[in-house]
Antibody
Framework: VQLVESGGGLVQPGRSLRLSCAASGFTFDDYAMHWVRQAPGKGLEWVSGISWNSGSIGYADSVKGRFTISRDNAKNSLYLQMNSLRAEDTALYYC???????????????WGQGTMVTVSS | DIQMTQSPSSLSASVGDRVTITCRASQGISNYLAWYQQKPGKVPKLLIYTASTLQSGVPSRFSGSGSGTDFTLTINSLQPEDVATYYCQKYNSAPWTFGQGTKVEIK
């Protein structure tokens, strides 16, 4: 079971970035998926989640209207489109597998290694 | 939104000690609580869910209890490999909020 994130990097405030997460070792379309971030030296913050069939999607208030989560079950991939980036979005972004198919409850049982996003001019 | 507050923020204990970490929810969350362990420089790992169910592969010295608003994570006989930051997380409803973390060190 593996989750591998990519797409992070240094970006100027106001610009966009798209993160990807490639899943393997489990039946991807059986589970909801999430993005969780961790600012340098800080705690964990849930960012967004998506159900197995993309029918249910949720966002933290801090990113609502700026970030968009999506998934492609045919490609076993999860995405996070991040627009209008701010300095406070600087963090390590983890892809995390939900224990269940739906997002009605979110327990993160598998985590990727993370991809670092730095927002700075 | 429901807030999750952990105490203490950090602790130092000796190998073999029993360590207890507390997590308090600002409103009742039944038993929809998970605990994660994050070792220095590593990825978070699920330890416990539904407040007291041990995730597969987690050593039995870890245990969880509680319901409603007050929860505890206990490490019986602290080991050097347990040095980590521990986070609680509520999952009764979105947003899926974490506590601020408790850093556990060896004395």
């Amino acid at each position: 079971v593996q989750l591998v994130e990519s797409g992070g990097g240094l970006v100027q405030p106001g610009r966009s970035l798209r993160l990807s997460c490639a899943a393997s070792g489990f039946t991807f379309d059986d589970y909801a998926m999430h993005w969780v971030r961790q600012a340098p030296g800080k705690g964990l913050e849930w960012v967004s989640g998506i159900s197995w069939n993309s029918g249910s999607i949720g966002y933290a208030d801090s990113v609502k209207g700026r970030f968009t989560i999506s998934r492609d079950n045919a490609k076993n991939s999860l995405y996070l489109q991040m627009n209008s980036l701010r300095a406070e979005d600087t963090a390590l972004y983890y892809c995390a597998k939900n224990q269940e198919a739906v997002t009605a409850s979110a327990v993160f049982d598998i985590w990727g290694q993370g991809t670092m996003v730095t927002v700075s001019s | 939104d429901i807030q999750m507050t952990q105490s203490p923020s950090s602790l130092s204990a000796s190998v073999g000690d029993r360590v207890t970490i507390t997590c308090r929810a600002s409103q009742g969350i039944s038993n929809y609580l998970a605990w994660y362990q994050q070792k220095p420089g590593k990825v978070p790992k699920l330890l416990i869910y539904t407040a007291s169910t041990l995730q597969s592969g987690v050593p039995s010295r870890f245990s969880g209890s509680g319901s409603g608003t007050d929860f505890t994570l206990t490490i019986n006989s602290l080991q050097p490999e347990d040095v980590a930051t521990y986070y609680c997380q509520k999952y009764n409803s979105a947003p899926w909020t974490f506590g601020q973390g408790t850093k556990v060190e060896i004395k």
